[in-house]
């Protein structure tokens, strides 16, 4: 089985996965979450070379979605 998000972006391709997605969100997930919160009130990307990679791609792709959302608030 196949979840397809029930959410259209105005571009670009739906979020589709191969198993429930209550099962990516995790402990983790809130962690990245609170940190991604903490450098947008205090931004430390002066050292993002020192960043675990994992760490810059939840960043990326949380800056990401937040353009989006923004974008859309705004249109």
């Known amino acids: 089985m196949v979840w397809v998000s029930p959410i259209a972006r105005n571009e670009g ?6 198993e429930c997605p209550v099962s990516y969100v995790t402990g ?9 919160c903490a450098h947008l009130l205090v931004p430390s990307s ?3 070379l020192k960043w ?3 760490r810059v791609d939840a960043f990326a792709a949380l800056s990401s979605e937040l353009r989006e959302t923004e974008k859309n608030e705004h249109a």
């Open 52 to 54: 675990p990679a994992r």
């Open 28 to 36: 983790e997930s809130a962690a990245w979450l609170e940190d991604f």
């Open 46 to 48: 002066a050292n993002v």
């Open 13 to 18: 391709r739906r979020l589709a996965l191969a």
